[in-house]
């Protein structure tokens, strides 16, 4: 008889990592990172030579911080903090030595983000601010130290991004046409710009430039024109020919890395089943090739100090929480061992048997490829390891949001979460995904809730012909547009599923186009291309018969309901409307609101509650394990409905 693993405890998968996001300071002096402070996420510093002896920076209570960056001068930090989830980000600069703290854009309802640093100015950095006009971001060079800004421009023209030379200065300015397509157009001029670049609709999500050359005029770009998937490419002002650097005829390239002075291109990443390296500069082949031996499950280049000696590195591994490692160069050149392991993000996770990720392969009805991605409770699977159970399971369908975003190899949380609960777990990276070429993109303009749906059906059909799923236990879960696919599988196919998890998804994308944040307003077209356009009959019809709060007579299935009352993109409204509706009509639904988030769950306390409420929602409805509810619920703010008195039963662990 096969016996189940302990059970992982909740607070070890999704409380705070005990190091995330570590950083090198420009001057290799400090290594930076995350961790928690009384269970918070707060900023930590160490100096690279003792990375063991790190102290605390930042002592946030509530939401932490999860996003920031070293200024140029290798003394402070930038870090980004909104308020209870409204994602109007401030931006604070944090003296190393000191500890002292400036908010460098303190203006309520605006939204900072960090534009461009460089060794060149170390004293400044360049944020896109929405301070003059919501709808527009400007950049604006702020004075680390002083505070004091200059606007370099003003976005008269509903530019959704600038690309900064050297010297911080705007080069090039990226916008979205009525078409759905992006023009970049270059500053050189600034009483004169002109767009010298264009990418038609059928090649923006997958193209797009990415950096500016050391001479502030060349151009890198990501580039899909006049083929399927985004070469990496260069391009210079006059020139009549891009110069092609990479191609992949699989999958898209999607991020490269240039030298950090000298701007000429070094790696360049491709992901089709798993990541994986183009190396553009000779020089580097042999010391990546010794990087994929020690590494083999895959890595990722987190942070590099400006002279390019020392890197810090992250591991990818599917059975083992992401580790850190510090790369140092010149220890590579006098023959010494150059990789050290400095920190483990999760490092209690590490005494649970971990489960396997393997990626399959799954025929849409209309024939596309779906890359996705199967993992089993490690005891019922198949030796050798194969992905398939000696008996069918519960399974959870993971649903990845954006839809414009795809899911990985790696040690994916919910994976790991929910084999070890008993289930087996299947993400598909449905049409739409990126990294896998335009025509796959483009196959979901105009198919929310039509065939990208139809795509996570055929996928549970696989898996249910495959001996992976019981077909009447198989639950469907995701956040923001698979959250939206959650409440489109309960109205268009309850046969399929026997309940759902839909956490801050749009439930009429009527209410969600028009109450999208002021700050898309320039990338709306790009929305009426992928979804439907309600300012014409056509578009509205459809956006209509997409919605699932249209069709909400049809949910006869158990739904849970997570929502950030706070949240600037699927608003309150979204899962107000949908609970209400099924609620008028006595189909059981819970409904989790949490008063201080906005997309997503900022909070530990609120993560911890949510997972506790969606493991008791999974476990009653397709009979899997689970760790007791306990005090997750009175730690956190959520605020629970009528219904849900059967989360609060002192439920004992399963074995």
Not at 232 to 256: H, I, K, M, Y
Not at 373 to 380: D, I, K
Not at 391 to 408: E, K, M, N, Q, Y
Not at 533 to 561: A, F, K, Y
């Amino acid at each position: 008889m096969t016996v189940a693993p302990r059970l992982i405890p909740r607070s070890v998968l999704f409380g705070s990592a005990d190091i995330a996001r570590p950083r090198l300071s420009p001057d290799a002096r400090w290594i930076s990172y995350l961790a928690p402070v009384d269970g918070v996420a707060n900023l930590h510093v160490a100096e690279r030579l003792h990375p063991a002896d790190a102290r605390p920076l930042t002592f946030d209570g509530r939401r932490g911080i999860r996003e920031y960056e070293w200024a140029s001068d290798s003394r402070h930090l930038i870090a980004l903090r909104d308020r209870a989830g409204d994602e109007n980000f401030q931006a604070f600069a944090i003296d190393t030595l000191t500890g002292q703290e400036r908010n460098l854009t303190p203006e309520p309802g605006v939204r900072a983000r960090i534009l461009g640093l460089s060794p060149r100015h170390a004293s400044s950095a360049v944020f896109a601010l929405n301070d003059r006009d919501r709808r527009f971001h400007d950049p604006v060079l702020i004075d680390i130290e002083s505070g004091r800004r200059r606007r370099l421009a003003q976005n008269e023209r509903g530019f959704v991004e600038y690309l900064l030379g050297p010297d911080l200065e705007p080069a090039y300015a990226l916008r979205l046409t009525a078409e759905g397509g992006l023009e970049v157009w270059d500053l050189a001029d600034p009483g004169l710009p002109v767009p010298v670049i264009s990418f038609e609709a059928e090649d923006l999500l997958v193209s797009r430039p990415v950096a500016v050359g050391a001479d502030g005029r060349t151009l890198y770009l990501l580039d899909s024109r006049g083929r399927d998937t985004a070469a990496v490419v260069e391009w210079t002002p006059g020139s009549a020919q891009t110069r092609v650097l990479a191609v992949d005829e699989r999958c898209d390239f999607r991020e490269l890395l240039l030298h950090p002075t000298l701007r000429t291109p070094e790696v360049a990443l491709t992901e089709y089943e798993r990541r994986s390296w183009r190396v553009l500069d000779v020089e580097l082949i042999s010391e990546f090739q010794e990087l994929e031996r020690h590494l083999p499950g895959g890595f990722e280049v987190c942070s590099r100090s400006t002279d390019n000696r020392h890197w810090l590195l992250a591991s990818k591994s599917d059975t083992w929480p992401e580790r850190f490692f510090l790369y140092d160069r010149d220890l590579l050149q006098r023959g010494q061992l150059a990789l050290r392991e400095l920190y483990a993000a999760r490092s209690a996770l590490a005494q649970y048997p971990q489960a396997r990720m393997h990626p399959v392969h799954v025929r849409a009805r209309d024939g596309l490829d779906l890359v996705s991605y199967v993992s089993l409770p490690p005891e019922t699977e198949c030796v050798p390891a194969c992905g398939r159970p000696r008996t069918p399971l519960p399974l959870v369908l993971i649903v990845h949001g954006g839809p414009w975003a795809r899911d990985s190899f790696s040690n994916h949380p919910w994976h790991q979460w929910l084999t070890n609960r008993g289930y087996a777990v299947l993400s598909v990276n449905y049409r739409g995904s990126l990294g896998f070429g335009k025509r796959f993109v483009n196959a979901a303009n105009g198919e929310w809730g039509g065939k990208m749906h139809d795509d996570l059906v055929d996928a549970v059909r696989w898996a249910v012909a495959a001996g992976v799923a019981r077909p009447e236990a198989v639950a469907i879960m995701g956040a923001s547009f698979g959250g939206y696919a959650t409440l489109v599988a309960l109205t268009r196919s309850p046969d399929v599923f026997a309940c759902g998890i839909d956490i801050v998804g749009p439930s009429n994308l009527l209410t969600f186009l028009a109450n999208a944040p002021p700050y898309w307003a320039a990338a709306l077209p790009q929305l009426y291309v992928r979804v439907g356009d309600p300012r014409t009959e056509n578009g509205r019809r459809l956006l209509e018969s997409r919605s699932p709060l249209n069709e909400v007579d049809r949910i006869c299935r158990p739904l849970l309901v997570a929502q950030g009352a706070n949240d600037p993109r699927a608003t309150r409204v979204e899962g107000d409307q949908i609970v209400e509706a099924l609620r008028r009509r006595g189909v059981p639904v819970t409904y989790a609101l949490y008063p201080d988030e906005g997309h997503g769950f900022g909070r530990p306390a609120n993560s911890l509650s949510f997972h506790a409420i969606a493991e008791a929602f999974l476990s009653r409805h397709l009979g899997g394990r689970r760790e007791p509810v306990g005090d997750a619920l009175v730690r956190s703010s959520v605020e629970l409905g009528a219904g849900s008195d059967w989360i609060l039963e002192q439920h004992s662990p399963q074995p």
